[in-house]
């Protein structure tokens, strides 16, 4: 498993929006967080040099859902 993999997942854009979007300086990092988090996972998707605990299915599933969600932010 890929050391940064339980970290990419929607909830800290998410986080960062609950935080500070009431912040428009914020916006922007927030922004780029969520791209860039979504990014990651895309390439972990895409790529699938990553191993998964419960297998590539699921692992599949849940990279492509939260890049869509963090893509949506």
Known sequence: MHRFLPLANAFIP???VSLFFGHKAARPAI????IGTAAYLGSVAVLGEAAAPFGQPLLLAWTVGNAVVCAWI
């Open 31 to 34: 922004a780029g967080l969520a």
């Open 14 to 16: 998410f986080g960062a």
